[in-house]
T-cell receptor, first 111, second 117 residues
Framework: DAKTTQPPSMDCAEGRAANLPCNHS???????VYWYRQIHSQGPQYIIH???NNETNEMASLIITEDRKSSTLILPHATLRDTAVYYC????????????FGQGTRLTINP | GAVVSQHPSWVICKSGTSVKIECRSL??????MFWYRQFPKQSLMLMAT?????????EQGVEKDKFLINHASLTLSTLTVTSAHPEDSSFYIC?????????????FGPGTRLLVL
């Protein structure tokens, strides 16, 4: 699975959009981009995933560049409850493929 | 999203005893379940992958005789930490891979915090 690079930490003001970048320059054509987050002392929570098209759900939007070498997770109106570690993971979408967690980005939402 | 539960949520045990942790997929069938371990201020580390009805596949460096995994049904997997020692104290998290309809997504349990005295 391709390696990802994320900034170790970010801050965002409550109510503003939080944009979390992720670089995955060695991603293969059949690898998806997954985003999870982990709130302190809890299990990871699935947020969104995509292959090449931008995706949106009730939690977030995922913007993938045309060359697929990077992506951005957007939380449109961040709240204090969005404070967590966010993990960007790339892996083959089909089959029982394991998720390999990096260090993620620690996002702090400030009042 | 799909729901995965773990029991117990936390456990304290004496050194040398064995501890069993249950992982259940509540509203979907999980053909594959994964067990992770997380130490303080570190990321999740995969311990093993288990498929229903077959033996688990362990990651390098994880002792299969110490961490016994049983995946007897499509909704239940158990992790038994045998002869636990203080260095086994950690946060153990399981995840289940949904069969179909939910895509190839893993859903995680809330975790079990183990403290070995």
């Amino acid at each position: 699975d391709a390696k990802t690079t994320q900034p170790p930490s970010m801050d965002c003001a409550e109510g503003r959009a939080a944009n979390l970048p992720c670089n995955h320059s060695t991603i293969s054509g059949n690898e998806y981009v997954y985003w999870y987050r982990q709130i302190h002392s809890q299990g990871p929570q699935y947020i969104i995933h995509g292959l090449k098209n931008n995706e949106t759900n009730e939690m977030a939007s995922l913007i993938i560049t045309e060359d697929r070498k990077s992506s951005t997770l957007i939380l449109p109106h961040a709240t204090l409850r969005d404070t967590a570690v966010y993990y960007c993971i790339v892996r083959v979408g089909q089959g029982a493929q394991k998720l390999v967690f990096g260090q993620g980005t620690r996002l702090t939402i400030n009042p | 999203g799909a729901v995965v539960s773990q029991h117990p949520s936390w456990v304290i045990c004496k050194s040398g005893t064995s501890v069993k942790i249950e992982c259940r997929s509540l509203d979907f069938q999980a053909t594959t379940m994964f067990w992770y371990r997380q130490f303080p201020k570190q990321s999740l580390m995969l311990m093993a992958t288990s498929n229903e009805g077959s033996k688990a596949t362990y990651e390098q460096g994880v002792e299969k005789d110490k961490f016994l995994i049983n995946h007897a049904s499509l909704t239940l997997s158990t992790l038994t930490v045998t002869s636990a020692h203080p260095e086994d104290s950690s946060f153990y998290i399981c995840s289940g891979r949904a069969l179909a309809g939910l895509g190839e997504t893993q859903y995680f349990g809330p975790g079990t915090r183990l403290l070995v005295l």
